[in-house]
Nanobody, 125 residues
């Protein structure tokens, strides 16, 4: 059973930065599609960034491209989301997600079956 635990959320002013971490455990497959999603109250989950094992392939939502970076520390089995130049519209509950291979690299929440508990990011103007 895959377990994902996010951390690193908090409150920051517009233009600031945060780094989210996702600690993964319980893997039974050697390769996973990993993703970061966010959900604001009353909204569906939105794909933010995704990567395949080793970071060979990455995709970003247009709204965060150039500001956010997804990376993976294979030695520590951790996935990160570096968020720079944060905007108030980035405010949401951020989730880490995973899907074992065979998997589709996508920003669609329905393509992922394992989810963390979420970490809140609040950006003030």
């Amino acid at each position: 059973q895959v377990q994902l635990v996010e951390s690193g959320g908090g409150s920051v002013q517009a233009g600031g930065s945060l780094r989210l971490s996702c600690a993964a455990s319980g893997y039974t497959y050697s390769r996973y599609c990993m993703g970061w999603f966010r959900q604001a109250p009353g909204k569906q989950r939105e794909g933010v960034a995704t990567s395949y094992t080793g970071g060979v392939s990455t995709y970003y939502a247009d709204s965060v491209k150039g500001r956010f970076t997804i990376s993976r520390d294979n030695a520590e089995n951790t996935v990160y989301l570096q968020m720079n130049s944060l905007k108030p519209e980035d405010t949401a509950l951020y989730y880490c997600a995973a899907e074992p291979t065979p998997c589709t690299i996508s920003l669609r929440a329905g393509d992922y079956n394992y989810w963390g508990q979420g970490t809140q990011v609040t950006v003030s103007s």
